[in-house]
T-cell receptor, first 113, second 115 residues
Framework: GENVEQHPSTLSVQEGDSAVIKCTYS??????FPWYKQELGKRPQLIID?????GEKKDQRIAVTLNKTAKHFSLHITETQPEDSAVYFC????????????FGTGTRLKVLA | NAGVTQTPKFQVLKTGQSMTLQCAQD?????MSWYRQDPGMGLRLIHY???????DQGEVPNGYNVSRSTTEDFPLRLLSAAPSQTSVYFC??????????????FGPGTRLLVL
């Protein structure tokens, strides 16, 4: 079955630095990869996503890259701010009509002021 | 639109009790899912539905039942609660038809404690 591995589990960066979170997936049929941000006690919120026919997508300070050959995708946050501190989850979905999402185990990002 | 709503927000059960976690969405989404979130384990899929009358199992379905009699509602039933079911439960919905892809929107969650 599909498996998604996410690294690192925790990440501390200085304010203004960049943060990178990486995920690998096992099922080559996966073709949709969303990233969610979850603040303490809140629900996961979609921040960016990418489909398998695209190699990179950017939205202001956030970007996601996808390497289909290596089966991994990454979240890049530039110019980090204290409000970026949260847990980030990657996920992979198989667009086969089942719409099942498999999530990574999460990365706790701490931006130090 | 209220989006995805869940009730209750918090519940304490005794081992062996049964209960139903409610989930509703008003976005006319065809896909709905239930996840549980445990520390260090991310979100794990319990059950999901691709439309009214159609449900299927996810990664961790044991001890839970679901039904989808309407597009709007997707209740999750705990048949006989166990301490291992202590978790935060999230309901989510999505629609490929409306958005062109299956972005999921999550409800606020239900925190369940089984004693």
């Amino acid at each position: 079955g599909e498996n998604v591995e996410q690294h690192p589990s925790t990440l501390s960066v200085q304010e203004g630095d960049s943060a990178v979170i990486k995920c690998t997936y096992s099922d080559s049929a996966s073709n949709y990869f969303p990233w969610y941000k979850q603040e303490l006690g809140k629900r996961p919120q979609l921040i960016i996503d990418i489909r398998s026919n695209v190699g990179e997508k950017k939205d202001q300070r956030i970007a996601v890259t996808l390497n289909k050959t290596a089966k991994h995708f990454s979240l890049h946050i530039t110019e980090t701010q204290p409000e970026d501190s949260a847990v980030y989850f990657c996920a992979a979905s198989i667009d086969s009509g089942t719409y099942k999402y498999i999530f990574g185990t999460g990365t706790r990002l701490k931006v130090l002021a | 639109n209220a989006g995805v709503t869940q009730t209750p927000k918090f519940q304490v059960l005794k081992t062996g009790q049964s209960m139903t976690l409610q989930c509703a969405q008003d976005m006319n989404h065809e896909y709905m899912s239930w996840y549980r979130q445990d520390p260090g384990m991310g979100l794990r899929l319990i059950h999901y539905s691709v439309g009214a009358g159609i449900t299927d199992q996810g990664e961790v379905p044991n001890g839970y039942n679901v039904s989808r009699s309407t597009t709007e509602d997707f209740p999750l039933r705990l048949l006989s609660a166990a301490p291992s079911q202590t978790s935060v439960y999230f309901c989510a919905s999505s629609s490929e038809r409306l958005a062109g892809y299956e972005t999921q929107y999550f409800g606020p969650g239900t925190r369940l404690l089984v004693l």
